[in-house]
């Protein structure tokens, strides 16, 4: 379907809102709401916990599985039910083993989104985390990143795309200087606004949440371990759903994905994450992005002709996602943000490093009217 020329914001909850906030929380379609209604009616019904519920939860879960794996090119075994992004960081930084040699690679630091650097941060305790030299726009030289590789890196943590300038880095090539180093992939800003594939990307861990470009419930993520990778790390966190005792004291792993899964999972989350990844499936994912790229594209157009707008990112519009940073010179980025919201409009304060700018962040559902309408919006302020 053409995204462009066909109005589909009948699918989501009306309001009265222009909502340009998707790189944070997106909407969620009418139809997932409505599937989270509808599971919670039957689950109840037929007993929480009872055989019947049992079968019905695990086939929710194999669906959910399925469907993202689907979505990343991956095996449904492969997708940890996690709560947020930031959570499958943690898997990876607490359970890789170190020994006083270790280093690990990131890239930016107070450039990268908080839940991408602080977990690596936090490793300085034990290892080397040694950083990546970065331009305005926060690419790196693949060179650079095999500069800084040695015998002893156990680990490159890198984004997809970039949650202030919407950068996207060139992971396939990226991942070809990386020599065998394991590749850690924050993916919250790709996944469901850009075709992601991680045997193409050949990362060995991706985590990302189902409540951004997905446009699923608050409180799902997702985390691709890939199988053999999995040998790399030990849980943090142990419970009857992801061990098993044998001769009355051992304890043992179970395999993906349960290894890395304590306790029940967030059932009527995963079921309106479903549903939300089967609706963005329908569109396809290049016609999401074509709809994106073509708003983002009107939109810093029409800020580009009004003075004293900065426009932050890569001119490029392959090189970034629908994320549009700017800033108005001589007015705060709060006050923008927090005057555009009075007008219903709901963008996002964020940072480029020390410097607050205002991000908007469309997705497919909005419509060129709206974008207008903020530029108009803006105009006036
Ligand atoms: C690049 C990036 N990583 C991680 C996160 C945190 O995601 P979550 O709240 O799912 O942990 C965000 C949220 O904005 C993000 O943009």
């Known amino acids: 379907m053409n995204l462009v020329s066909n109005d589909i914001s009948a699918d989501f909850p009306d309001s009265d809102k222009i909502y340009l906030n998707n790189a944070s929380v997106s909407l969620m379609p009418n139809q997932s709401i409505e599937a989270m209604k509808e599971f919670l009616i039957s689950y109840n019904s037929i007993g929480p916990d009872s055989k019947e519920s049992e079968l019905f939860v695990t086939e929710k879960l194999r ?22 992004t ?41 290892i080397s985390v040694k950083n990546l030299p ?20 156990k680990l490159v943590a890198l984004s997809h795309a970039l949650y202030n300038t919407g950068s996207i880095l060139p992971l396939e090539e990226i ?14 800003q790709t996944v469901g606004c850009i075709d992601v594939d ?6 060995n861990f ?23 990778s999995s040998e790399l790390l030990e849980p943090k966190t142990i419970g009857g759903e992801s061990a098993i005792i044998y001769d009355d004291i051992n304890l043992a792993f179970k395999e993906l994905p349960d290894k890395f899964q304590t306790g029940f999972r ?13 609706y963005l499936l329908n569109f396809g994912l290049k016609n999401i992005r074509k709809k994106n790229q073509y708003l983002s594209i009107l939109l810093r157009e029409e ?15 392959n090189s970034r996602t629908s994320i549009v940073s700017f800033n108005i010179e001589g007015m705060d980025s709060q006050e923008v943000v927090d005057r555009l919201e009075k007008q219903n409009i709901i963008l996002a304060l964020r940072e480029i490093m020390e410097k607050k700018i205002v991000r908007a962040s469309p997705h497919f559902f909005n419509s060129e009217s709206q974008i207008m309408s903020v530029v108009d919006a803006i105009k006036k302020l």
């Not at 970065?134 to 890196?153: Q, R």
């Open 63 to 84: 669906n959910v599985r399925k469907i993202i794996a689907k979505i990343i090119s991956c095996q449904p075994d492969e997708v940890v039910l996690t709560q947020s």
């Open 86 to 126: 930031t959570d499958g960081i943690n898997i990876v930084a607490n359970g890789l083993s170190f020994d006083e040699k270790s280093n690990m690679i990131i890239r930016g630091m107070t450039h990268e989104h908080h839940s991408n650097f602080y977990p690596w941060l936090k490793l300085q305790e034990k």
């Open 134 to 153: 970065i331009d305005k726009d926060g690419f790196f030289k693949p060179e650079d990143l095999e500069s800084l590789i040695d015998d002893n890196t």
């Open 175 to 188: 991942s070809k200087t990386l020599h065998d180093v394991p590749l850690f992939v924050d993916s919250a």
């Open 198 to 203: 991680v045997s193409k990307i050949n990362c």
């Open 206 to 228: 991706m985590s990302f949440n189902g409540s951004k470009w997905l446009c699923g419930p608050m409180g799902t993520g997702l985390f691709y371990c890939n199988r053999k």
């Open 266 to 278: 967030n059932y009527v989350g995963v079921v309106g994450l479903e549903s939300s990844a089967n």
């Open 303 to 317: 800020l580009s002709k009004i003075p004293k707008i900065i426009l932050y990112g890569p001119e490029d519009p």
